[in-house]
């Protein structure tokens, strides 16, 4: 038997992005025990890669701007399937996240008179997002992981959970292993906030790296007896690099369009016109992803697949000041200098919308003691996340989560134990390390993202994701005789095959979620249901044993409904 480790706290923290980190403070600050663990370091986080902003309505741009039209906005561009109870916690409690930031020492954009400087970014009524040039996220996760460290939060930076533990509905901590050494970890906690992403690195052209966003936080939620909403909306960025081939899906930030960038086929015309000819393209992010999706299929796109996103008649100060990264970002890549020439770009995986179902109040799940944040959880964007959206999102329920986690605890009577749980989760280890089959787990990794991208892509049909629930079938048979070789340079190929698990059972959820919505809505293009349908105004919930179910959204507020525009396809899907 391997060297295990025991430890105990009052909370355990799974993922140390921005939505755990937030919540680890929140817990620390009240003099609650809290442990946060996660699998790569917390400088390296996914929260890092986020580019553009954060967004509240500060007023300090725009003095009309309110939290209620952020709330609009929001709604409407969910195309109605965001919970408007989630909706209004994020919006109401938003200049809140964004004074905690500046507690912590988050360096913000700011105007002449010392106000923080905000933008526009995307669909949103007024300019409400706030930045830090465009390396917002880098800048949260430094303020957070630093504000961590002065809180002496422990963190352990290479154990891979691999199973929440269960009993009786109720979760009692988490088991794994140690990425470098192999040893075990078993801890014990009354409750645990799941903050370790979405799903979107199981498509080939992803804004995600390597080994993350792989579906962690679906199969750990599921696998607890936790279900899943809206697995089958994710918005797909319509400017991911198409190469190099290692970095293809890296992304261009929102920020270049919304600082005066424009896109343009291989003819030269500026299509958004097409498409969205009043906002252009500051259009919504489905609406710029199936436009370039559209050019392309239809033959205007660039030789190698893409479209050109053209910086090069702003002032080069703009670009090196506002836009540092996407042009350090380029010289870096492709030896291009985008003050001079435009960027081939195209559609990538870039968020996922849906994830584990939350309650609107505290971000609790189905299982007593577990709650989930961040990207791993869902109800505040439904079919079209707005830019700005998810970083403001992690800040408050950040907040909120860790404060209701330690609510959760303080109220427990006795703490739960179950030895036939742990020796499950032991057992689900010891059997892949015994694995010697002749399936490698990278292949079969890239047959579901192959799949994926092939049947459930920026534009999906019955037939296609039929065949993608096929492939699928077969990848998860081969799955059965997979092969794990562990080497002097650790533990990464048995990671790999829990990917490879989390990733075939994320794929699942969607494909069957996606089949379901017969209808195109938001980021959800069906090409043999082009329309939207008003039937289909509903959140899809699914779980291994009940498939998929619909459920009603609430409805709008009165006073928030006033403040919206009518929500239309017309113009999404020309095909």
């Not at 770009?345 to 309650?359: E, F, K, L, N, R």
């Not at 096929?470 to 092969?483: C, I, Y």
């Not at 959140?539 to 459920?551: C, D, F, H, K």
């Amino acid at each position: 038997m391997p060297r295990e480790h025991q430890l105990a706290t009052s909370v355990l923290v799974v993922g140390t992005g921005g939505a755990g980190l937030r919540s680890a403070i929140e817990l620390a600050e009240a003099g609650v025990a809290v442990l946060a663990v996660g699998k790569r370091p917390v400088n390296d986080a996914h929260t890092a890669l986020a580019a553009g902003g954060i967004n509240a309505a500060l007023a300090t741009t725009d003095p009309a701007d309110t939290w209620e039209q952020h709330a609009a906005d929001t709604l409407q561009e969910s195309y109605l399937l965001a919970d408007p109870r989630t909706v209004q916690v994020v919006t109401r409690n938003a200049a809140r996240g964004i004074h905690d930031l500046e507690r912590y020492g988050m360096r913000f954009d700011r105007q002449s008179d010392g106000r923080i400087a905000q933008r526009y970014f995307g669909a949103h009524t007024y300019r409400r997002t706030a930045f830090a040039g465009d390396y917002t996220g880098l800048e949260v996760q430094r303020v957070l992981g630093e504000h961590a460290a002065r809180l002496s939060i422990p963190v352990l930076s290479t154990l891979y959970i691999t199973q929440l533990l269960v009993d009786d509905g109720t979760v009692f901590g988490a088991y794994g292993f140690d990425l470098v050494d192999g040893s075990r970890y078993l801890v014990h906690a009354d409750a645990v906030i799941l903050a370790a992403g979405g799903h979107t690195r199981i498509w080939r052209r992803t804004s995600s790296r390597r080994d993350e966003n792989t579906g962690d936080s679906l199969r750990l939620a599921v696998d607890a007896g936790a279900r899943l909403r809206d697995a089958e909306l994710v918005q797909f960025h319509p400017s991911g690099l198409l190469e190099p081939e290692n970095a293809a899906g890296t992304l261009v930030s929102e920020a270049a369009r919304g600082e005066g960038g424009i896109l343009l086929n291989n003819l030269g015309e500026r299509f958004m016109a097409r498409y969205d000819p009043e906002r252009m393209e500051l259009s919504t992010r489905d609406r710029v992803a199936i436009a370039s999706y559209t050019e392309i299929m239809e033959g205007r796109g660039t030789p190698a697949g893409g479209v050109w996103l053209d910086l090069s008649h702003l002032p080069r100060e703009t670009v090196l000041t506002r836009l540092p990264r996407v042009y350090q970002t380029l010289l870096d890549l492709q030896m291009l200098d985008v003050t001079r020439d435009p960027i081939e770009v195209a559609p990538t995986a870039h968020y996922s919308m849906g994830g584990v179902w939350v309650s609107p109040e505290d971000h609790s799940t189905d299982i007593d003691g577990l709650f989930a944040i961040g990207e791993a959880a869902s109800g505040l964007h439904g079919a079209n996340r707005l830019g700005g959206n998810s970083l403001i999102e992690l800040l408050v329920y950040g907040r909120l989560t860790g404060r209701a986690a330690a609510e959760y605890s303080a109220r427990l009577g006795a703490q739960r134990r179950s030895l036939a749980a742990v020796r499950d989760a032991e057992a689900a280890v010891d059997r892949l390390l015994a694995a010697h089959g002749d399936q490698n787990v990278r292949a079969l990794q890239r047959s579901v993202r192959n799949l994926m991208t092939e049947h459930a892509g920026v534009v999906r049909s019955e037939a296609g994701l039929r065949a993608g629930l096929d492939a699928l079938d077969e990848v998860e048979e081969r799955r059965t005789h997979v092969g794990v070789h562990i080497d002097i340079s650790g533990y990464q190929e048995l990671a790999h095959a829990f990917d490879l698990r989390s990733a075939t059972l994320a794929a699942r959820a969607t494909l069957e979620c996606a089949l379901e919505r017969r209808e195109s809505r938001g980021c959800h293009n069906r090409s043999d249901h082009p329309h939207l349908d008003p039937e289909l105004q509903v959140n899809l919930v699914w779980s291994p044993a009940t498939g998929v179910r619909r459920e009603a959204v609430p409805p709008v507020p009165t006073d928030i409904a006033v403040l919206m525009h009518d929500v239309s396809a017309d113009g999404k899907l020309l095909e």
